[in-house]
Structure formats: structure tokens, C-alpha cells
């Protein structure tokens, strides 16, 4: 069983490594999942301090990737509607791989503003620029606690490995 359990957490822990990279996932969470479950080995100690920091972290991850885009829009003189523009733009971006993810929060940031004021290119194009910086900027932190996890995995894996191995 706890074979099945390492290999589930691993499996977990990449798929929340992929999870940050595309925003249809929530990377840290399942990252954090792969990280329980290891604590629900046979002859784990549990370490309570970890399990709850580290939620902590994803949780606190998964609330700034909503928050940074809408700011980084919101920072370059953006608009409501750029904002809504850049969440539709995410979504709508998906159905385009590979680069959909990326261009898309830019042109939705981008035809929102044109919406709000059309007579204003250089500013929509400003607050898309924006959005654009804010959404790299999520993708980057949700990538970097992803793989943070991933370590931890690994460290906690390599010194339990007598009760596994």
C-alpha cells in the first residue's frame, strides 16, 4: 500500500508541477496533496508543523494567482473590464494551445479595455501589458512553490527511506 501511495504522491506532485504552468489546475494544492500522502504511509511519523505550513503556502499561492493579474492590470491603469477581460482571456486561451495561455490574458486584458474606452489604444495596450506581466509573474511563484514541493517530497521520501526501503 504504501508503494501505491509513493507513487500516487509522485504522480501528484508532477501533475501540480504541470498544474502551475497551465491555469486550469491549481498546482500548489495538488503539489501539496502529492505531499500528504506520504504522511499516510505505514511508519510515517506525521509532521503536522509541514503538513500545515505548507498548506498554508498553497493556499496562500492559489488566492495571489486570482489577485496578481488583476493588480498588474489594475498597477498599468486598467480597468474592471481589463480585469474581467484578462480571467475570460485565461479561459478562452486553453482551447488555443500551446501559446493560447500566454496570449490570451493579454488580448482579453486588451479587448476589454478597447471595450471600456475605445478611443484609448495605447492605454488598453498598456493595462494589457499589464495583465500580461501579472499573470508571468503568478505563473512564476506557482511554478517555483511547485518545485519547492517537489524537494520537499524527495527529502522527506530519502529520510524515511529505511521504514520504505
Do not use: H
Not at 5 to 32: D, F, R, T, Y
Not at 55 to 75: Q, R
Request: charged share 10%; glycine share 14%; net charge positive.
Amino acid at each position: 500500500m504504501e508503494y501505491f501511495l509513493l507513487i500516487l504522491g509522485l504522480l501528484l506532485m508532477i501533475v501540480g508541477i504541470i498544474g502551475s504552468l497551465l491555469p486550469a489546475l491549481p498546482g500548489p494544492p495538488i503539489s501539496w496533496v502529492g505531499i500528504l500522502l506520504l504522511y499516510f504511509c505505514p511508519g510515517m511519523e506525521t509532521n503536522y508543523w509541514l503538513l500545515g505550513i505548507t498548506l498554508v503556502i498553497a493556499v496562500v499561492i492559489v488566492v495571489l494567482d486570482y489577485v496578481i493579474p488583476a493588480k498588474g492590470t489594475k498597477y498599468f491603469g486598467g480597468s474592471k473590464y481589463g480585469i474581467w477581460g484578462t480571467n475570460i482571456g485565461l479561459v478562452v486561451g486553453l482551447f488555443f494551445p500551446p501559446f493560447g495561455f500566454l496570449i490570451g490574458p493579454f488580448l482579453g486584458a486588451l479587448v476589454g479595455e478597447l471595450i471600456y474606452n475605445s478611443n484609448e489604444g495605447k492605454r488598453a495596450f498598456k493595462a494589457a501589458t499589464g495583465s500580461f506581466l501579472g499573470f508571468l509573474a503568478g505563473t512564476f511563484i506557482k511554478f517555483l512553490v511547485s518545485l519547492l514541493y517537489l524537494g520537499l517530497f524527495f527529502v522527506v521520501v530519502w529520510q524515511n527511506r529505511g521504514v520504505w526501503f
